[in-house]
């Protein structure tokens, strides 16, 4: 018999899942760069204006500076001053779990709600990358909130933006995002692969397919000219630039920009990710003959990217987990499914038992 997700027994296994799944990412504060950025927020505080040149490190001293991090930077000083490190974890915990309820309706719109107590375990584990206090903790959350309202206006073929008026929102949104971290870059693709993925899939299907009108063509725009409303304007977009020609050269002496590898347990869960990501698109496929080109075309972008450089890996295991729960839902039937769930739940918790705590608790 199946359980009700309103009864005792359901509320307790999702229950154990939020848990598991805070477990997951509840890791102690030690980016190393972190004082550097408190620094820049005192600087920034003190003086009433961002530094135009570097004074934080030897190298680089009075180099020009873009300081393209500042809004998160001054979070980050307010937050130590009032709360010292404890604020600093409780910062970086609060942000991270926002993501939680925004998984969870995701999960609502392919019709999982009750697969949530195995699959919010899942989504601690896609997290687990960026489970430290850094600046890129906000464009994970702003990444998902994304990827909800385009999958969302994907399934229902509803217009998004659906009125001039909207564009406002979905502008302002990138343009606080643009100040807090440069990972909207990550929003931007996002919205351009959306929006081929629709027109793809119109011209493969022309006759049962919808026409790509429910991502207004004016989204792209609309969000690249929020993301310039930063203090530094197009230099932001040229900053990003310069990352991307270095990201090579970077790779050899910077360990978020090497590479994954299975020597490093905390690659584990995205080598999963990539294998059962694929394997569920496959066969959904073979199944229904065809794929939301958006999600295809998204995945293999962030499969390249994560391949290429760790820094990438928490995006695309954010993806790879919302798409496969929606091929999940296609594939099997929710009892079959959440019978499958105890197994993964049992898995991540293991894993994290054995492999991760461990590490933190001695």
Do not use: C
Request: charged share 15%.
């Amino acid at each position: 018999m199946e359980e009700n997700p309103e009864s005792l027994s359901g509320r307790s296994w999702l229950a154990a899942g939020v848990l598991v799944a805070l477990g997951a990412i509840a890791m102690p504060v030690l980016n190393p760069d972190l004082y550097w950025h408190l620094s820049a927020g005192k600087y920034i505080v003190q003086n009433l204006r961002l530094p135009a040149a570097d004074f934080l490190s030897w190298t680089e001293n009075a180099a020009p500076w873009t300081d393209f991090e500042w809004l998160a930077q001054i979070v980050y000083y307010g937050v130590h001053s009032l709360a010292g490190k404890a604020g600093f974890f409780a910062l970086k915990l609060l942000v991270l779990s926002a993501t939680f309820p925004v998984f969870y309706a995701l999960l609502s719109l392919y019709g999982l709600k009750r697969a949530a107590f195995f699959a919010l375990p899942v989504w601690g584990l896609a997290l687990m990358a960026n489970s430290d206090l850094r600046p890129e903790n906000f464009s994970i959350l702003f990444f998902i909130v994304l990827l909800w309202r385009l999958e969302a206006a994907r399934i229902t073929g509803k217009a998004w933006p659906a009125s001039p008026g909207a564009f406002a929102p979905l502008a302002a949104f990138f343009a606080l995002w643009a100040n807090l971290h440069a990972g909207f870059a990550y929003g931007l693709l996002l919205l351009v692969f959306y929006a081929a993925g629709a027109w793809v899939d119109w011209k493969l299907r022309p006759a049962g397919g919808r026409k790509p009108g429910w991502l207004s063509s004016l989204a792209v725009p609309a969000a690249a000219a929020g993301a310039l409303m930063n203090p530094f304007g197009f230099k932001l977009y040229a900053v990003l630039l310069q990352h991307a020609a270095q990201a090579g050269a970077m790779s050899r002496y910077l360990a978020e920009w090497a590479p994954p590898s299975l020597a490093n347990i905390w690659h584990w869960p995205f080598m999963v990710f990539l294998l059962v990501s694929f394997s569920l698109l496959l066969k959904r496929f073979l199944k229904e003959r065809s794929l939301p080109m958006a999600q295809l075309l998204t995945l293999g972008w962030l499969a390249f990217e994560a391949s290429r450089h760790t820094r990438h890996i928490v995006f695309f295991s954010m993806a790879a987990a919302v798409y496969s729960f929606d091929a999940a839902a296609r594939l099997w039937e929710p009892a079959a499914l959440r019978r499958r769930g105890r197994f993964i739940f049992a898995l991540a918790l293991v894993y994290l038992s054995l492999l991760v705590w461990p590490r933190y608790l001695a």
